[in-house]
């Protein structure tokens, strides 16, 4: 059973928005911090966004900054995407994936535990 599921891609034209969500599959483990990674044909896994359980404080990819925003539902253990004004470069497949332990930063791939399946987003120009 995958740990965690995404949903919400699709395509979309340049400027347009989609919001991508992800859940608990119904795993049980604690959060200490959710983030949005992604995944280009050819290129390595590129980290998104990320957002703490507790606090809520949120760090960004320069190439997201002002586009993108996460949010998290601490109650549901949801957390969601909201990407506006997207470019043809954000086509990629995007995972969500939780980090069980506390860390400095979470900004690399090695600092989460549990990943989903991932979900693509395609922009056309």
């Known amino acids: 059973q995958v740990p965690l599921v995404e949903s919400g891609g699709g395509l979309v034209q340049a400027g347009g928005s989609l919001r991508l969500s992800c859940a608990n599959s119904?795993?049980?483990?604690?959060?200490?911090?959710m983030g949005w990674f992604r995944q280009a044909p050819g290129k390595e896994r590129e980290f998104v966004a990320a957002?703490?359980?507790?606090?809520?404080?949120?760090n960004y990819a320069d190439s997201v900054k002002g586009r993108f925003t996460i949010y998290r539902d601490s109650a549901k253990k949801t957390m969601d995407l909201q990407m506006n004004s997207l470019k043809p470069e954000d086509t990629a497949v995007y995972y969500c994936?939780?980090?069980?332990?506390?860390?400095?930063?979470?900004?690399?791939?090695?600092?989460?535990?549990?990943w989903g399946q991932g979900t693509q987003v395609t922009v056309s120009s």
């Open positions: 994936a939780a980090a069980t332990y506390y860390r400095d930063n979470y900004y690399s791939t090695y600092e989460y535990d549990y």
């Open positions: 119904g795993r049980t483990f604690s959060t200490y911090a």
């Open positions: 957002i703490r359980w507790s606090g809520g404080s949120t």
